[in-house]
T-cell receptor, first 112, second 113 residues
Framework: DTAVSQTPKYLVTQMGNDKSIKCEQNLGHDTMYWYKQDSKKFLKIMFSYNNKELIINETVPNRFSPKSPDKAHLNLHINSLELGDSAVYFC???????????FGSGTRLTVV | AQSVAQPEDQVNVAEGNPLTVKCTYSVSGNPYLFWYVQYPNRGLQFLLKYITGDNLVKGSYGFEAEFNKSQTSFHLKKPSALVSDSALYFCAVRDLGGFKTIFGAGTRLFVKA
């Protein structure tokens, strides 16, 4: 049973396209996150939802839009993809009062 | 603003020797501190955390970390390194009452047989 699952695992697409990455967790956690890991392995938080409410919205281009249909799902939609969007995107979840994260295995996005 | 620093890009250690991966932090209040490990092409895995209490925290795979408030440090340690410990290690900090966990730049641990 995968605790935090992301799809797809790999995504290769052309500049200008729109793509989505999906994330689901079966841990019953109430908070979910999107992190971006660049080529130097630096991790930067992008968004966080707590019980479907957006609580963290870092300075990212508005081409990136998260959606949380319920507390077990957090999707990331990216419009008009650019070369600089190439990275590994990680979904994570945590429970209020614990704060340790459970990460998904990542989605490697390559924009060509 | 909270921040975390990992001063070493890479740590090299021989198998069987003790290892230390360094981390210092800066937060406005009491910190929540974490260590995670990332193996190639995998997501991060939680190793251990400090919230309150004993300054020496024990975690997964024989790792432990020592919280030092005066030095604002949270170094990761293991008494005897294994080749399989070779991976990328991230220190992270979250301030009490905050929503964000900030990760350090990562330290690559290389354990030689």
């Amino acid at each position: 049973d995968t605790a935090v699952s992301q799809t797809p695992k790999y995504l290769v697409t052309q500049m200008g396209n729109d793509k989505s990455i999906k994330c689901e967790q079966n841990l019953g956690h109430d908070t979910m996150y999107w992190y971006k890991q660049d080529s130097k392995k630096f991790l930067k938080i992008m968004f966080s939802y707590n019980n479907k409410e957006l609580i963290i919205n870092e300075t990212v281009p508005n081409r990136f839009s998260p959606k949380s249909p319920d507390k077990a799902h957090l999707n990331l939609h990216i419009n008009s993809l650019e070369l600089g969007d190439s990275a590994v995107y990680f979904c994570a979840s945590s429970q209020i009062g614990d704060y340790g994260y459970t990460f998904g295995s990542g989605t490697r996005l390559t924009v060509v | 603003a909270q921040s975390v620093a990992q001063p070493e890009d890479q740590v090299n250690v021989a198998e069987g020797n003790p290892l230390t991966v360094k981390c210092t932090y800066s937060v406005s209040g009491n910190p929540y501190l974490f260590w995670y490990v990332q193996y190639p092409n995998r997501g991060l895995q939680f190793l251990l955390k400090y919230i309150t209490g004993d300054n020496l925290v024990k975690g997964s795979y024989g790792f432990e970390a020592e919280f030092n408030k005066s030095q604002t440090s949270f170094h990761l340690k293991k008494p005897s390194a294994l080749v399989s410990d070779s991976a990328l290690y991230f220190c992270a900090v979250r301030d009490l009452g905050g929503f964000k966990t900030i990760f350090g730049a990562g330290t690559r641990l290389f354990v030689k047989a």
